[in-house]
Structure formats: C-alpha cells, structure tokens
C-alpha cells in the first residue's frame, strides 16, 4: 500500500517548493496541484519533474486549477466552449504524460447551476476523456460534494452509462455532501482508480485517523474490488501545523493494518 500526498496540502506555496517538502517527508508518490496555466509547460514543466526524480518520487496524478469552473466550461449549454474547454484540458494530459501521471483529476458540474442531467454529463465527459486517451492518461471523477454528480446515485448512473470510467474517492467530499461513503463506495465499484485520502471529524475534513470515519472499513472495501492504486492524503492547510504531521499521520493510517 503506497500512501503519498497532494502538493495541494501545501497551497499557496510555489508547487516545486511543495515537492521539496513533500520529499523531505519521505513521501514516494505525489498528485501535482496545478496552480496556473504557466506551470503545465516549458521550463517549469521540466523542472517539476526533475524536482519529483530527484525527490524519488513518482507522480500519480494532476489536477486541474480549474477544477472550479468546470461547470462553465463544460456544462453551461454552450456547445462552442466545451469545444474550447476539451481543447485546453489537452494542456493537462500533455503535461500529465510528461510527468508520467496517469490521471487528471475531473470535479465537473456545480449545484448552483442547472443540471444538464447525468446523460448528457456522461455525453460531455466521454468527449473530455477521449481526448485524454489520446494522451495515454484518464480522467477521473471525483465525487466532489459541490457536484450535482457526487451523489452515490448518480456515480451510480454515470457508470451505468460510461462502463469504463474511472473514479477518484474522496471520503471528506462525501461527508460533506451528507452522504455515506461506504454508499460511494459500493457505486463506484471496481471503477475507483484513485483515492484521496482524508478524515472527517464531524464538521471539516481531518488528517487520516484523525477523525471519525473508519478508515479500516474503507480500505477493506477498496481492497474488496481489488483495488490497486495510490492513497493520496489530500488535506487543506488548515489541517495542520507541520508538515511533519502528514508523514505521522501516514503511519498512523498504515498501523491501522499491522
């Protein structure tokens, strides 16, 4: 089980400065938070990597800094700029292969805004990872609690209708939303690609084994569908005070399993 870290733990802090701390805890995978369009390319591209190979670490992941406008870009009824919005996303799964990332992580609609409806999600998303294949990468949807889509029903019905997507769990995301996440679970099924690897103390997102959620159950689960990929911890800021209590906190969720 390889437990690594979102360079997002770290916001705003530049993302090569975040790999640095990332390394220096002894972390061997990491998800790259894409701060801003100029970091998907040229010199800042080949310094990221070469800052994850120094670090020995390998990159499982980027997600997009405009996950939070993925709502306008894709499902705001204007078939021009999902056009325009796939063509830019093309700068992730480059950037992605570069690395040597296998997903791009995918938050999609947003509540405050009409829902298009799960089929015409899946339509919109199936076009979005087309383009990622083209790269050698996927998209992963997240169950992001701001998503018209993180309900367990209808990750439930997008994979009904898109046999082969791929998920990124994330346990915060569910509480938030209200839902259980062993619910989300059993929706994604065998189709969990990538976890985000958090805690919920009853109110906001936790460090792992700093909350209330059993974390036990949810590995066995995963392990249940034969899951294979990274535990990424994905915590904000404000989850700690040292970068130090990511790694304690790693140990603390491997020690759950001795």
Same mark, same amino acid.
């Given at each position: 089980m390889d437990i690594g870290v979102s360079s997002a733990c770290f916001f705003p802090y530049d993302t090569?400065?975040?790999?640095?701390?990332?390394?220096?805890?002894?972390?061997?995978?990491? *998800?790259?938070?894409?701060? !801003?369009?100029? *970091?998907?390319?040229?010199?800042?591209?080949?310094? !990221?990597?070469? /800052? %994850? !190979?120094?670090?020995?670490?390998?990159?499982?992941?980027? $997600?997009?800094? !405009?996950?939070?406008? *993925?709502?306008?870009?894709?499902? /705001?009824?204007?078939?021009?700029?999902?056009?325009? %919005?796939?063509?830019?996303?093309?700068?992730?799964? *480059?950037? %992605?292969?570069?690395?040597? /990332?296998?997903?791009?992580?995918? $938050?999609?609609?947003?509540k405050r805004a009409p829902f298009v409806g799960v089929e015409r999600y899946a339509e919109i998303f199936d076009r979005l990872e087309t383009a990622a294949k083209s790269f050698g990468v996927n998209v992963a949807q997240e169950n992001v609690s701001t998503s018209h889509i993180g309900s367990p029903e209808n990750i439930a019905r997008l994979r009904c209708l898109l046999p082969d997507i791929k998920f990124t769990f994330d346990i915060k995301q569910a509480c938030r939303g209200g839902y259980d996440p062993f619910e989300m679970l059993d929706a994604m099924g065998k189709n969990v690609c990538h976890v985000h690897l958090n805690d919920w103390n009853g109110e906001r997102c936790a460090l792992p084994t700093h909350g209330i959620c059993d974390l036990k159950k949810a590995k066995e689960m995963l392990d249940g569908v034969n899951y294979n990929g990274k535990y990424i911890i994905e915590v904000y800021r404000r989850d700690f005070t040292e970068p130090c209590e990511l790694s304690t906190s790693r140990r603390e969720f491997l020690s759950l399993f001795e």
């Open positions: 090569i400065e975040s790999l640095g701390i990332c390394a220096r805890e002894g972390f061997r995978s990491v *998800e790259i938070f894409a701060n !801003t369009h100029s *970091e998907l390319k040229g010199q800042y591209l080949i310094d !990221t990597k070469k /800052a %994850a !190979t120094d670090g020995g670490m390998e990159i499982t992941s980027i $997600h997009p800094f !405009t996950s939070g406008y *993925e709502y306008i870009l894709f499902f /705001a009824g204007y078939d021009r700029r999902v056009d325009d %919005a796939i063509d830019y996303y093309k700068n992730y799964f *480059e950037a %992605a292969a570069y690395l040597g /990332a296998k997903y791009v992580i995918f $938050h999609g609609d947003n």
